[in-house]
């Protein structure tokens, strides 16, 4: 399977007022040109407020699909410029919403793992305008993917995206989300080997109880 990346988008922390109070943030993500690097926890220019939720080794970075903004733009009936759903990558012809957890990608030059889906916040409103959408996000089951870099390396709107592996197991970034949000019962079905350990614990915990 092989994609495109459509555009690339990074930004700042900026402090913005929501509801009456300031809120640190990095998801107001916008387009950038130029081949950006992929190192470390980052690209080039972008940064999160919140590491814990959104950032770190296993959020390096998020990647949204193309295909997955159309649905949205029909259901919303409004046109959403790239980066809207905070994402560093926004790309075509990759079935995030079914990447497998574990799943490995050339994207540019480098080598990025599926990690885990998003699993939305009230930022994720605030940017939307929406206070409903946390909600109608989850329903939606369009979570796009968090990825870790495994090799680092530049990436540019116009590269090739490619699927270099997938795991023998079955557990898609739709079904990891399904789990987690509306069935925690099925929690041991996500414990497979490339699980991550924050997402490990949290199954191991719901399985068990």
Not at 4 to 17: D, I, Q
Not at 50 to 67: F, I, L, P, V
Request: with cysteine; net charge neutral.
């Amino acid at each position: 399977m092989s994609g495109l990346v459509l555009s690339v988008n990074v930004s700042e922390v900026r402090t913005v007022e929501y509801r009456g109070a300031a809120v640190t943030t990095g998801i107001f993500k916008t387009p950038v040109k130029g081949r950006i690097p992929i190192s470390g926890v980052n690209l080039r220019g972008d940064d999160q407020a919140d590491r814990q939720n959104h950032g770190g080794k296993t959020r390096a970075a998020y990647a949204y699909a193309q295909e997955d903004y159309a649905w949205w733009e029909q259901a919303l009936s409004r046109v959403l410029p790239p980066g809207k759903f905070g994402e560093n990558l926004t790309l075509r012809g990759i079935d995030v919403t079914r990447a497998l957890v574990g799943e490995r990608w050339r994207v540019g030059t480098a080598e990025l793992q599926v990690t885990s889906p998003r699993v939305p916040c009230y930022k994720l409103a605030m940017t939307m305008e929406d206070p409903t959408f946390v909600k109608r996000f989850a329903q939606a089951l369009r979570p796009g993917a968090y990825l870790s870099i495994l090799n680092e390396g530049h990436v540019a709107a116009g590269d090739p995206v490619e699927v270099l592996w997938r795991p023998s197991h079955k557990l898609t970034l739709e079904e990891m989300a399904r789990i987690y949000l509306f069935q925690p019962s099925r929690a041991g079905e996500m414990l497979v080997p490339e699980l991550p350990d924050d997402w490990r614990a949290w199954a191991l915990q719901h399985s068990a109880s």
